[in-house]
């Protein structure tokens, strides 16, 4: 029996927010995390504008209030001026992670030259883990499943950020996060491995 958990999913666009066009992020984090997470999941959703404070209060809310396992944002984490989902997120952090922004960014460069660009940061807010993830629904899975080494290539994969995503929450005291191995296989020092438990 998986232990259940609450995961925040933050979709950060002026027009999707305004209805403008639809809202592509929260869909494409919640059909992966229902192909990676063998742990019943209940969601806290919030679509809001690319404004500090609205972003930074609802942050707040999902830690504090919702009590959210972990927080996941997409969008508003590049250059442009209207870009400030990284601010909003290192104003509420407790501690900063850089390592996943790092690798975020590792990921996609094997795409495009303008990963370098992206600005996405992950902290840690009370027994919360908050990523900021990027924006399109491709590079969201690209960069929580990583990629897979070709057969036969002798090239190491790129190792996805979600596979330290369940012992970093545990580390914080959040829940225990489970995944399917074929998908992305959690990373946990052997003595964090807990036993499965009976149904």
Same mark, same amino acid.
Not at 107 to 117: D, H, K, M, R, W
Not at 146 to 167: D, E, M, N, T
Not at 172 to 179: D, F, L, P, W
């Given at each position: 029996?998986?232990?259940? /958990?609450?995961?925040?999913?933050? =979709?950060?666009?002026?027009?999707? =927010?305004?209805?403008? $066009?639809?809202?592509?992020?929260?869909?494409?984090?919640?059909?992966?995390?229902?192909?990676?997470?063998?742990?019943?999941?209940?969601?806290?959703?919030?679509?809001?504008?690319? !404004? +500090? &404070?609205? /972003? !930074?209060?609802?942050?707040?809310?999902?830690? @504090?209030?919702?009590?959210?396992?972990?927080?996941?944002?997409?969008?508003?984490?590049? &250059?442009?001026?209207? @870009?400030?989902?990284? !601010?909003?997120?290192?104003?509420?952090?407790?501690?900063?992670?850089?390592?996943?922004?790092?690798?975020?960014? +590792?990921?996609?460069? #094997?795409?495009?030259?303008?990963? /370098?660009?992206?600005? +996405?940061?992950?902290?840690?807010?009370?027994?919360?883990?908050?990523? #900021?993830?990027?924006?399109?629904?491709?590079?969201? +899975?690209?960069?929580?499943?990583?990629?897979?080494?070709?057969?036969? =290539?002798?090239?190491?994969?790129?190792?996805? /950020?979600?596979?330290?995503? &369940?012992?970093?929450?545990?580390?914080?005291?959040?829940? $225990?996060? !489970?995944?399917?191995?074929?998908?992305?296989?959690?990373?946990?020092?052997?003595?964090?491995?807990?036993?499965?438990? @009976?149904?």
């Amino acid at each position: 029996m998986y232990d259940s /958990i609450k995961i925040g999913l933050v =979709s950060i666009s002026d027009r999707a =927010s305004t209805g403008v $066009y639809e809202d592509k992020g929260i869909p494409a984090l919640q059909a992966w995390l229902a192909s990676a997470v063998r742990n019943p999941v209940s969601y806290e959703t919030r679509l809001i504008a690319d !404004e +500090q &404070p609205l /972003i !930074e209060s609802t942050l707040v809310e999902l830690c @504090d209030v919702a009590r959210c396992d972990l927080v996941l944002t997409t969008g508003g984490t590049g &250059p442009a001026r209207r @870009d400030v989902t990284p !601010e909003a997120t290192l104003a509420v952090a407790h501690k900063t992670m850089p390592g996943f922004g790092e690798q975020m960014r +590792q990921i996609s460069l #094997n795409f495009v030259p303008t990963a /370098i660009l992206s600005r +996405q940061v992950a902290v840690i807010r009370g027994n919360t883990l908050i990523i #900021n993830l990027p924006g399109q629904p491709k590079s969201i +899975q690209e960069t929580l499943e990583g990629l897979r080494a070709a057969v036969g =290539s002798g090239k190491p994969a790129v190792h996805g /950020i979600f596979a330290a995503v &369940p012992y970093c929450v545990d580390l914080i005291g959040g829940g $225990y996060i !489970e995944t399917h191995d074929a998908v992305c296989k959690a990373f946990r020092p052997k003595n964090a491995i807990r036993t499965p438990r @009976d149904a």
